[in-house]
């Protein structure tokens, strides 16, 4: 058996030191030694983006991520999205509850940090062809991916269109 080896990771803003064999993955590291479960397992061999979080602000594959190689970057997952939002939801994922976007939830956190990448890029409302293209590593096996589409829109509306600005002023909305 491989020796455990000590990593320092930086998740969610938070520094963590876990001992962990040098081939652990990052989605390894994540769910079995820090019990952050939002991040999840599907294929495992990344086909299906369940276990997407972000890497210095890029969409990762988590389960392709050696979690050697987040060391001294910022690593984000589900579970810090709403961090810096007043009620600690993200406009996302508000969007996801009053859309209906999630069935099962298998799928939601991988296309939660596929999507806020997205936005976070842009910085502007995208449009429903944009919104598709930042999800297209996500598969999701329930809602037929139109309520999602819709969910996301929604929220790059809220987070950077005019309504956006104007609540965000009022710090009703803010954006993690
Ligand atoms: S679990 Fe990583 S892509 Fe499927
Ligand atoms: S909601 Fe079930 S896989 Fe997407």
């Known amino acids: 058996m491989a020796q455990p080896r000590l990593l320092q990771l930086r998740i969610n803003g938070a520094s963590h030191h876990v001992a962990a064999p040098s081939h652990w993955t990052l989605l390894e590291v994540l769910r079995y030694e820090l019990d952050l479960i939002g991040t999840k397992q599907g294929c495992d061999k990344g086909d299906c983006g369940a276990c997407t979080v972000q890497v210095d602000g890029h969409p990762v594959l988590s389960c392709l991520t050696l979690a050697c190689q987040a060391q001294g ?3 984000q ?3 810090g999205l709403g961090f810096s939002s007043p009620s600690g939801c993200h406009p996302l ?8 976007a999630a069935q099962c939830g298998f799928c939601t956190p991988g296309i939660l940090m596929s999507a806020h990448a997205m ?5 502007r409302p995208v449009t429903r062809d944009e919104a598709k293209e930042g999800i297209a590593g996500n598969l999701c096996r329930c809602t037929g991916y139109t309520k999602i589409i819709d969910a996301i829109v929604d ?6 269109g005019e309504a956006g600005a104007a609540t965000a002023s009022g710090e009703a909305v803010t954006h993690g």
Request: avoid cysteine.
């Open 77 to 79: 997952t589900v579970e």
């Open 155 to 160: 929220a790059s509306e809220r987070v950077f």
């Open 73 to 75: 970057r910022a690593v």
């Open 93 to 100: 994922q508000d969007a996801f509850d009053r859309y209906d």
């Open 119 to 123: 936005i976070e890029r842009l910085r």
